[in-house]
């Protein structure tokens, strides 16, 4: 009796040492820059991370600070080891594109993740592509990739409202129903997603509308296309406007964009920032005007101005929500062109696309239309 349970104490710490030798060399691997995968990784589809930054990758002092912390401290492979299911889900392996706070994202920036995203697009054997990105400027990453991106494969931007170090951080879980979207056929064709706390976005509606919840993106126009449930995704909706494979932008090649200034009125609003906008050399401006895109009338000469000397003025609406439409005919007889449902900071960025292509006000306000 006590020789056979000498044996299997023996057998059973063999096998312990074996697991145990297995999951260092796992993590060995991982840090060294070698993604540890199962047996039937061949079954798995290979989905690639491209990792910004942000608040998904931020530490603090303590597990309760939830603000104040250091955005982008941790690199992307930190982040795959912390959430071991995604190897059960794709072939994962990432890379790191930057490390910063979003709110200092930069157009050199979005043309470097624009050319790296269609390179790795256009390889059969990747499925799809997810983008760790703080969320203060997600939105505006998403919708600018999802003017430029030129492929049907699903591309998911993600984050977190909380730093990894913090109680409850949402950053595993949003990461990995990232992934798991990213490597689903059902986001194909569906343009650039965003998805955070259980719920599946579009790039051009979504916005982040509160600054602390973990609710905060939303799409006031169009409400969320779908949600995860136990980690599936599930679709109920689509845009209609042109995106991806049909937009008819291309970046690739660019260095850079042309300047373009949001300026936001408030009473006594009087055009100063209007002409100084002009002076620093803007070739478009949008105008985040008060309900349905309306101007002070202090500030309607400086803009009619700016139109005058070859500025492409858009007007959109600080309301958050609503359409922007032709609504005087002094806006149009003064070369104003309208929003639609974007918002200032989307408006901005199809404005700066658009004058990539053209100066004609009829062409761009077409853009304005489709997409």
């Keep these: ?12 710490g063999v096998l312990v040492m074996l697991k145990k030798k297995i999951l260092a060399l796992a993590v060995a691997a991982a840090f060294s820059g070698i993604i540890y995968t199962p047996v039937y ?7 690639k991370i491209l990792a910004t930054g942000g608040t998904i990758a931020g530490t603090a002092a303590s597990d309760t600070q939830m603000t104040g912390y250091k955005a982008g401290d941790l690199g992307i492979q930190t982040l795959i080891n912390a959430v071991p299911a995604l190897n059960d889900i794709a072939l994962v392996s990432g890379e790191q594109v930057a490390n910063i706070g979003s709110e200092s994202m930069t157009t050199a920036i979005w043309l470097k993740l624009a050319d790296r995203c269609n390179s790795l697009l256009s390889d059969p054997k990747v499925k799809g592509l997810v983008i760790t990105h703080g969320t203060d400027t997600l939105e505006e990453t998403a919708y600018f990739l999802n003017l430029t991106v030129k492929s049907d494969k699903p591309v998911v931007l993600v984050g977190a409202m909380r730093p990894a170090t913090a109680i409850s951080a949402d950053g595993p879980v949003n990461l990995l129903n990232a992934v798991k979207l990213a490597s689903s056929p ?13 719920e599946i976005n579009g790039a051009r509606d ?4 509160n600054t602390s919840t973990v609710s905060t993106f939303k799409s006031p126009e169009l409400g969320s296309l779908g949600y995860f449930a136990n980690g599936e995704p599930h679709f109920y909706k689509e845009s209609s406007r042109k995106h991806t494979k049909k937009s008819e932008f291309d970046v690739s090649g660019l260095k850079e964009l042309p300047r373009v200034d949001i300026i936001y009125t408030h009473v006594n609003d009087d055009g100063a920032l209007i002409d100084a906008s002009v002076k620093s050399g803007a070739k478009g401006i949008v105008y985040a005007g008060s309900g349905m ?3 002070h009338q202090n500030a309607e000469p400086a803009l009619a101005q700016a139109v005058k000397s070859g500025v492409t003025v858009v007007r959109s609406s600080r ?12 806006y149009t007889r003064e070369g104003f062109l309208n929003g639609d449902t974007l918002n200032p900071q989307k408006a901005r960025i199809l404005l700066q696309l658009a004058l990539t292509k053209s100066n004609n006000p009829k062409e761009i306000q077409r853009m304005f239309d489709e997409y």
């Design 1 to 12: 009796m006590a020789c056979r349970l000498a044996k299997e104490f023996y057998e059973e």
């Design 41 to 47: 990784a061949a079954e798995l589809p290979e989905v």
């Design 186 to 198: 059902q986001a194909v064709g569906k343009g650039v997603l965003v998805a955070m706390n259980d």
């Design 206 to 209: 979504v916005t982040k509308t």
């Design 293 to 295: 895109g309306s101007i």
């Design 319 to 330: 309301c958050g929500n609503g359409l922007v439409v032709a609504c005087s005919e002094d």
